[in-house]
């Protein structure tokens, strides 16, 4: 699979004092493909989206775990809908919202579904992601 760019995903999970915190995981090898709008019959509501695709195969999977057994502890990661996406590697290792990461950077996406396509040879399984 052709990937062209990498992506920062931002985990949510509760600290130990009952923060909201968003934990940011790399992902080196993504394909991205990002479109920008405005819904004119809603009163111009953002109708930004956005696809991705994460092949398995070219990206370092060992943290990865289901989004109900994530806990925000160690190098594990999950995609989860709710969880923010930026396109490229950011500066923050954290954020408490989304407010953090908007006012730097321009693709930044919630993530609003997530298909694991576990089938086929190991160089087709990949996830796909959709993001608002």
Do not use: C
């Amino acid at each position: 699979m052709k990937t062209n760019t990498s992506m920062s995903v931002f985990n949510k999970y509760t600290d130990e004092n009952k923060n909201v915190i968003f934990k940011k995981h790399l992902i080196d090898n993504v394909f991205w493909d990002d479109s920008k709008g405005i819904n004119r019959n809603l009163g111009y509501e953002n109708a930004d989206d956005v696809n991705v695709f994460i092949p398995k195969s070219q990206n370092d999977m060992s943290g990865y775990v289901e989004p109900k057994k994530y806990k925000g502890l160690g190098n594990n990661w999950t995609l989860e809908n709710g969880d923010f996406i930026v396109k490229g590697n950011t500066e923050e290792s954290s954020v408490t919202s989304i407010k953090e990461l908007l006012k730097k950077y321009d693709n930044v996406f919630t993530i609003s579904l997530v298909d694991d396509k576990d089938f086929g040879s190991a160089n087709m399984q990949h996830f796909e992601i959709r993001g608002k």
